[in-house]
């Protein structure tokens, strides 16, 4: 009768409590497609409200190494030159001897160190997603530029030296836009009467791809007409030399010219064109010193790199375009000022690329500005970002100005290490305006009349900054 009634309890408890029937289902880690051996040491779980996961086997199936120091309950993850350091218990780790901010401390069981989701992915760049569904953690790293496939033996062989393929090439708004499948070493020159700029990029050629889709003539050239410039009327391009084998871009000008050029990692080379005294263009040249202050305008992501996808399927990358867009219209009304934005549409740029834009033209102040996102729909709110002490009074005064005009909560001003706001010299501040993942934070990011109130409170803050 005993056995009988303990069934019956047994019983009525999972019909009642059917969640505490799944508390043993162990959440799996799907890295790019393959899912990953949790058997040793302790597996993914929820803390709270944060998925925590085991550093050592995302680490080392990315290829880093791990070292565990008992004493000091810590862990160093170090691949070439990144490194990542954190302790048990603490929540603040470091990333390449940055401090960042973690979501929960990191905790030890049975000999295994497990974190954060988040941090998983801010710290190795990996893209992170929580399917509460399924229980699945999937990171992904980001996709490799496609290359061709290579040609059949018995097609005629390149040259030993060629290093790379023009895959596209564009112009707009006095800047010039070349994709190769490989890197190039671009060396600039001028030419006068009549005026022009000149890129010669050695051991490079044309791919097929880019050959088929354009219309070139006899002569085996290209060309792009220019009508929305002042400075260039047109673009041309050939192979200007087999042997080695060299692509040349050639400016023609309306007037002289100078060109500022970065070339990101991403095998992207950007050309920027600005009227100027006729000064040698053989160099990454140098803004003309007008007394004007020059701000970077960044809007995060871009092309392959969505950001985050809110709950309605709409990317961060846009959202973070249309915000600088109206940021720069506003900050071209100043004389004083000097605005650069780093991609005026959906392009693709590395992140060191957008630190060289800011370096190459001596910029005052950096601005990134961006969406957040998390693996749950409960965050929500503003926060602002930097990684040096010199960027806490931009930051400080950025965010003094965005809060009262958004109507978000204030998730406050916050040191975190990232790339943009470490590398530049200059005072840089990361502004993440709003969850993407969050219904009322996104409903309210995608209208016109958010994205117009935050583009002048930034404009406001930095025109506070800079005194002016």
Request: charged letters at 20%; proline letters at 5%; aromatic letters at 6%.
């Amino acid at each position: 009768m005993k056995k009988w009634s303990a069934a019956v309890v047994i019983f009525l408890f999972m019909c009642l409590f059917p969640i505490a029937a799944q508390a043993g289902v162990v959440p799996s880690i799907v890295l790019d497609g393959v899912t990953l051996d949790q058997r040793s040491g302790a597996p993914t779980e929820n803390v709270g409200n944060a998925v925590m996961v085991p550093i050592r086997i995302v680490s080392e199936n990315l290829g880093y190494q791990v070292r565990w120091e008992k004493e000091t309950k810590s862990v160093l993850v170090q691949k070439g030159s990144r490194s990542i350091a954190m302790t048990a218990g603490k929540d603040t780790a470091t990333v390449n001897g940055s401090p960042v901010e973690l979501d929960s401390p990191p905790l030890v069981k049975q000999g295994t160190t497990l974190v954060p989701l988040r941090f998983v992915g801010e710290g190795m760049g990996l893209e992170v997603g929580w399917d509460n569904g399924t229980k699945t953690v999937s990171l992904r790293t980001a996709p490799p530029v496609a290359e061709q496939e290579e040609e059949d033996e018995a097609t005629t062989a390149p040259s030993p030296s060629l290093k790379a393929e023009l895959q596209s090439i564009s112009f707009s708004s006095n800047r010039l836009m070349i994709t190769t499948s490989g890197e190039v070493k671009p060396k600039m020159s001028t030419l006068g009467a009549p005026d022009r700029i000149i890129v010669d990029m050695p051991e490079t050629t044309f791919s097929e791809s880019f050959i088929q889709g354009q219309d070139f003539s006899s002569d085996g050239s290209g060309s792009i007409v220019v009508t929305d410039s002042t400075v260039v009327s047109m673009v041309r391009y050939a192979m200007f030399s087999h042997s080695p084998s060299t692509v040349r871009v050639v400016f023609d000008l309306k007037q002289s010219a100078t060109a500022k050029w970065s070339l990101g990692d991403n095998h992207v080379l950007l050309v920027d064109l600005t009227a100027s005294n006729g000064e040698s263009a053989s160099q990454p040249a140098l803004p003309t010193d007008d007394g004007k202050k020059i701000v970077i305008i960044d809007p995060g992501h871009g092309g392959r790199q969505s950001g985050a996808v809110s709950i309605s399927g709409k990317y961060e990358k846009d959202f973070n375009l249309a915000v600088g867009l109206k940021v720069q219209a506003l900050l071209q009304k100043h004389e004083d000022i000097q605005t650069v934005i780093t991609r005026q549409d959906d392009t693709e740029l590395s992140l060191q690329q957008r630190v060289e834009m800011a370096e190459l033209n001596q910029a005052d102040v950096f601005i990134s500005i961006h969406g957040n996102k998390f693996t749950t729909a409960d965050p929500n709110g503003i926060e602002t970002l930097y990684s040096r002490m010199e960027s806490k009074t931009l930051a400080d005064v950025l965010h003094t100005h965005i809060m009262p005009v958004a109507g978000l909560k204030d998730r406050g001003v916050k040191m975190v290490s990232l790339h943009v706001t470490r590398e530049t010299s200059m005072p840089a501040v990361l502004l993440e305006l709003g969850f993407m993942s969050n219904p009322t934070d996104e409903a309210l990011m995608l209208t016109e009349d958010y994205q117009n109130r935050c583009a002048e409170a930034i404009v406001d803050g930095i025109i506070e900054f800079l005194g002016l």
